[in-house]
């Protein structure tokens, strides 16, 4: 196992399926709030689900409308299980605060290069903690 340390910014634990980009995410329009797949035209991720993945990508990306579409997955059971960025931004942190998706960033590596898809990943928000293995 391996353990990453960084800032947590909404608490609560939840694992899962990483999830992972180099790109930011724009979850309004970029994410379908129906089905939880990212739609957004050549996007690395494109085609696949965030529905209760930890997703690890460098931040968010697009307009305020981003956080209600957190909002809106979570309504739907569709949103992540947790979210690990590089650098946070206060559209993925107000979105993950209203729908109540753990997050973490700023860890000691840049997670986006240490972890993989596919792999199984454990986010602890209060004690700012990226757990993998």
Not at 26 to 55: C, K, M
């Amino acid at each position: 196992m391996r353990v990453f340390t960084g800032i947590g910014l909404v608490g609560g634990i939840a694992e899962g399926s990483a999830l992972v980009t180099s790109d930011g995410i724009a979850f309004n329009l970029g994410v379908d709030e129906r089905t939880g797949i990212v739609i957004e035209p050549g996007h690395p991720l494109a085609g696949q689900s965030v529905a209760g993945r930890v997703v690890v990508c460098r931040s968010g990306k697009g307009s305020s409308a981003g956080s209600f579409s957190l909002l809106q997955l979570a309504d739907n059971r569709l949103a992540p299980a947790a979210i690990v960025n590089i650098q946070a931004d206060a559209v993925i942190t107000a979105g993950a605060v209203l729908a109540r998706i753990p997050l973490v960033h700023r860890l000691d590596i840049d997670p986006t290069a240490a972890i993989r898809s596919g792999e199984r990943v454990r986010v602890d928000g209060d004690a700012g903690t990226v757990t993998v293995g």
